[in-house]
Nanobody, 120 residues
Framework: QVRLVESGGGLVQPGGSLRLSCAAS????????MSWYRQALGKQRELVAF???????TYADSVKGRFTISRDNDKKTVYLQMNSLKPEDTAVYYC??????????????WGQGTQVTVSS
């Protein structure tokens, strides 16, 4: 049974930083592409960042230069370092995992999400 568990969300002031983690189990982590998506209230879920099994990365234009996705295959964990946070980054952030496809392909497996709120 595949399980993805996000952590690290919370309330942060504009300009601040957070690091999200997603711990995976039940899959051969190193051969899976991993991603972070977010969904703001009343909006569609959107891709934030994608990291392939070979560690190639893709970012949404809105987060380029501010967010960094990384993975630790030994710990079966993917991270999202978020710097210079803005109020418009407020959303529920979801971790995704997929064996095939690209950053344009929705993940096969999803985590339960973690709330990130950027507000003063």
């Amino acid at each position: 049974q595949v399980r993805l568990v996000e952590s690290g969300g919370g309330l942060v002031q504009p300009g601040g930083s957070l690091r999200l983690s997603c711990a995976a189990s039940g899959l051969s982590f190193s051969i899976y592409h991993m991603s972070w998506y977010r969904q703001a209230l009343g909006k569609q879920r959107e891709l934030v960042a994608f990291i392939s099994s070979g560690s190639s990365t893709t970012y949404a234009d809105s987060v380029k230069g501010r967010f960094t996705i990384s993975r630790d295959n030994d710990k079966k964990t993917v991270y999202l370092q978020m710097n210079s946070l803005k109020p418009e980054d407020t959303a529920v952030y979801y971790c995704g995992a997929q064996r095939l496809g690209t950053s344009n392909t929705p993940p096969r497996y999803w985590g339960q999400g973690t709330q990130v709120t950027v507000s003063s």
